[in-house]
Each structure stands twice: as structure tokens, then as C-alpha cells.
């Protein structure tokens, strides 16, 4: 059955890059894509960004400075950087194919 | 971006009751291919947002018919017909129609 799984660092120092891992099983990065959507504690929903079938990206354009999307196709995995990480960037980072199917989340607390 | 705006902001329903759900859209959410990407998520506490309703009024694998998508343009509304303790929690419309993709800030449904 499809399957994604977030991991990363729970914490990381502010004005840092955040490096995220989505393994994904039950299906293949070459034909389906992924997005990364966060969720500050307590509030609502943000998408992030896309990485397509094809290997093309796109950005939510408020975070499209600082953000970056990859993938390893023979590993089954995508990739999220982030830098100039601040506090407010505190969030569980969620990576899901097609909205439908979702990870369980990783959180990311940004804190010296 | 589109704005999403979601009323009211919680519900508190009887078991067996109905409830219904507002998303109105800053604009049309009918994509130049003709399809409206409008979509309804529930995430029940400490879990990910589960897909129930695709493009309006689909229902996702295993949802039962007691939920219902309707609307169209600008305006889209999700009814849950008898709710049942397993309904509790937040729910979520998302417009991937137009980039950047958005959600709506919310409903929380509590059971009486």
C-alpha cells in the first residue's frame, strides 16, 4: 500500500537549514508527485512546494527563497531544504502524494 | 493567493445530527482544463489530514456516504449526515486549482 514517512532533526538552531527526508513506498516518484505541507502547533495548513512526476518544482512564493525540493528516484525519496530558519518556522512538516495519501508528519522545532 | 474562508469556525453537532460545512474562494476554482480542485480533509486530533472529498463532491476510497461535497464556482459545502464519534476533529477545504495551493483556516467539529 502507499506509504510516506518524514524524518529529519526535531531540533534545529535558528538562522539554520532545515533538511528533511520523505521516503515513500506503494508507488513510484516517476509518476505520481509530492508535496510538502507544514502546520505550525495549533494552526492551520501551509503547502510548500511540489516536486512533479518529471522532476520539475514549484514553490509557494512566500517561502520560495529560502526553499528547495529534490529527489532520489532510485532511493525512493524526497528532499526539503530550508534556510534561514526562524522560530516561526516551528511546524510538523508533512510530505504527501497527491493530497491524498500523507505521511505521519515530522516535527521541527526551531529553538537556540 | 486565494483565500479560502471557512464558517464557522466550530460546530458542536449531536450524535446522529448533521452538520455542514461553508468554503467560499476568492475566486473561481474552475481550473482552465475545465476541473474544480476543490478538496475536503478531516484531521482527527494528533493525526494527519485524511482526504475524504475530491474536486467537489468524489468521495475517497473507504468514506462512508454519510459525507457529501457539493458547490461549484466560488461556493462549496461538505454536509456529514448522523455523525458519529469518529467525526470529531478539524476540517479542512484545499484549492489546488491555483498555485499557490491554500486552505481554509478550519472547523471544528465537537460532538455533543
Known amino acids: 500500500q502507499v506509504q510516506l514517512k518524514e524524518s529529519g532533526p526535531g531540533l534545529v538552531q535558528p538562522s539554520e537549514t532545515l533538511s528533511l527526508t520523505c521516503t515513500v513506498s506503494?508507488?513510484?516518484?516517476?509518476?505520481?508527485?509530492v508535496h510538502w505541507v507544514r502546520q505550525p502547533p495549533g494552526k492551520g495548513l501551509e503547502w510548500m512546494g511540489i516536486?512533479?512526476?518529471?522532476?520539475?518544482?514549484d514553490y509557494n512564493s512566500a517561502l520560495k527563497s529560502r526553499l528547495s525540493i529534490s529527489r532520489d528516484t532510485s532511493k525512493s525519496q524526497v528532499f526539503l531544504k530550508m534556510n534561514s530558519l526562524q522560530t516561526e518556522d516551528t511546524a510538523i512538516y508533512y510530505c504527501?502524494?497527491?493530497?491524498?495519501?500523507w505521511g505521519q508528519g515530522t516535527l521541527v522545532t526551531v529553538s537556540s | 493567493d486565494v483565500v479560502l474562508t471557512q464558517t464557522p469556525v466550530s460546530l458542536l453537532i449531536s450524535l446522529g445530527g448533521q452538520a455542514s460545512i461553508s468554503c467560499r474562494s476568492s475566486q473561481s476554482l474552475v481550473h482552465s482544463n475545465g476541473n474544480t480542485y476543490l478538496h475536503w480533509y478531516l484531521q482527527k486530533p494528533g493525526q494527519s489530514p485524511q482526504l475524504l472529498i475530491y474536486?467537489?463532491?468524489n468521495r475517497f476510497s473507504g468514506i462512508p456516504d454519510r459525507f457529501s461535497g457539493s458547490g461549484s464556482g466560488t461556493d462549496f459545502t461538505l454536509k456529514i449526515s448522523r455523525v458519529e464519534p469518529e467525526d470529531l476533529g478539524v476540517y479542512y477545504c484545499?484549492?489546488?486549482?491555483?498555485?499557490?495551493?491554500?486552505f481554509g483556516s478550519g472547523t471544528k467539529l465537537e460532538i455533543k
Open positions: 506503494g508507488f513510484s516518484l516517476t509518476s505520481n508527485s
Open positions: 474536486q467537489v463532491s
Open positions: 484545499l484549492q489546488r486549482t491555483h498555485n499557490p495551493f491554500t
Open positions: 504527501t502524494t497527491s493530497f491524498a495519501y
Open positions: 516536486i512533479r512526476s518529471g522532476g520539475s518544482t
